[in-house]
């Protein structure tokens, strides 16, 4: 793909499909608009029909506007087929001090659980909703602290891998590639008592790293060179 300066997102929900343009570089918002779009996200009942009329009437005002061809998005879906799993893991820790290896092993851990007892899933967002360290309760990874035992708690937003592979087909008729998948009902919890003007800014803000408890899921191919550097975003 070519070099761009905008990024856009496209949010489907059953009843609407709403497309926004970002500038890279300030993530200025060039480009809002709405469109009734019904369509059906079931995951067994799969019907694209309206949704593809309204992209391919659509590509040109994108296109126009930003000047660049569209050639990727960043797809964010509102589906009642998503599911959250949650998982929590146990360390002995040995009265040593917590390192970010060792929540990241564990991470890592109980991301393998979830790809070998759901195979039909596929994991979109992963995120720590709390540590305990030493029965107490922290909302925040406290570093470099002695303890004998430590948790997390984590939870995985998964899309069924059909849906995943359905809209992939979608877009790629299109010659549009998709960056990533992002969980509209995720998205709008960080929407309450924000200055967001549209839900595409919202996972425009996820994108960003808004989220500090959030994992950076890393595509496979980057996972063997620097995956633990890039696990979450605040390691960076």
């Known amino acids: 793909m070519s070099k761009k300066n905008f990024d856009i997102y496209l949010d489907l929900s059953s009843?609407?499909?709403?497309?926004?343009?970002?500038?890279?570089?300030?993530?200025?918002?060039?480009?809002?608009?709405?469109?009734?779009?019904?369509?059906n996200l079931n995951k067994?009942?799969?019907?694209?029909?309206?949704?593809?009329?309204?992209?391919?009437?659509?590509i040109f005002e994108i296109e126009k506007k930003t000047g660049?061809?569209?050639?990727?998005?960043?797809?964010?879906?509102?589906?009642p087929e998503s599911i959250s799993i949650n998982l929590s893991l146990i360390k002995d820790n040995e009265g040593k001090k917590i390192e970010k290896r060792n929540i990241q092993y564990l991470v890592q851990d109980a991301k393998q659980q979830i790809l070998r007892n759901y195979h039909n899933e596929k994991i979109i967002h992963i995120i720590i909703a709390n540590y305990v360290i030493d029965n107490t309760s922290y909302n925040y990874l406290p570093l470099n602290i002695n303890c004998n035992k430590f948790s997390i708690d984590i939870k995985f937003i998964c899309f069924p891998k059909n849906l995943i592979k359905k809209l992939e087909e979608l877009f790629n008729s299109?010659?549009?590639?998709?960056?990533?998948?992002?969980?509209?009902?995720?998205?709008?919890?960080?929407m309450e008592n924000t200055l967001y003007t549209n839900i595409c800014e919202s996972g425009l803000k996820l994108i960003k790293g808004i989220n500090k408890q959030e994992v950076a899921i890393v595509p496979r191919k980057l996972e063997k060179k620097g995956f633990f550097e890039r696990l979450f975003h605040f390691f960076k």
């Open 174 to 190: 299109h010659q549009i590639f998709i960056n990533k998948f992002i969980c509209t009902h995720y998205a709008k919890s960080f």
């Open 15 to 39: 009843t609407k499909l709403s497309i926004a343009a970002f500038e890279k570089f300030d993530s200025h918002n060039i480009f809002f608009k709405e469109y009734d779009c019904e369509t």
């Open 68 to 79: 660049e061809f569209l050639e990727d998005i960043y797809l964010m879906v509102e589906t």
């Open 44 to 58: 067994d009942k799969l019907n694209f029909e309206n949704v593809k009329k309204t992209i391919e009437k659509n």
